[in-house]
């Protein structure tokens, strides 16, 4: 604090015995140093109490920073959350058109093959009537006779 050597003190030793005199210089001197004493306590709380503050003022900063980082960080949350949220619902849409075509090509598949059937059917009866015309006149008789003495063997019995 004050820069004194020990040649100051001395010097001012001397003088306050020249002046206080030998018999009332130690009761002085005790004064002197409790007040000395009380003066670096007083200094010494002093820094403590600026050192607390400054301690004080570094957390409330540091709070400060932590909070903004935390509100930094949940909105950085809610974005994700609703980009998540938008990527959900583009994804549904997706499987859901998706889904919509493929209804829509197994009803044309359905209805593709339900009309091969009726060609396929038409095809098969023009092929029966076809071969049915293309018989030979005695195989057309010889058949129906069967068909009559079948018919005649089943009315006798």
Do not use: C, H
Not at 40 to 46: E, K, L, S, Y
Not at 138 to 156: A, I, L, P, R, V
């Amino acid at each position: 604090m004050f820069d004194v050597g020990f040649q100051e003190i001395i010097l001012i030793g001397v003088i306050a015995l020249m002046v206080i005199g030998p018999e009332r210089l130690p009761s002085v001197a005790r004064s002197v140093g409790m007040w000395v004493g009380k003066l670096q306590r007083f200094v010494a709380g002093v820094k403590s109490d600026i050192a607390s503050e400054l301690k004080t003022d570094e957390l409330r900063s540091l709070l400060t920073n932590q909070e903004d980082q935390i509100r930094e960080l949940k909105e950085m949350v809610n974005e994700t959350r609703s980009d998540l949220e938008k990527t959900a619902k583009s994804a549904s849409d997706s499987v859901a058109k998706g889904m919509d075509g493929a209804v829509d090509q197994v009803r044309d598949a359905a209805e593709t093959a339900r009309m091969n059937n009726e060609k396929m059917e038409e095809i098969r009866r023009a092929a029966k009537a076809t071969s049915s015309a293309t018989l030979m006149p005695d195989e057309k008789t010889s058949g129906s006779d069967n068909t009559t003495t079948d018919q005649d063997s089943s009315k006798s019995a």
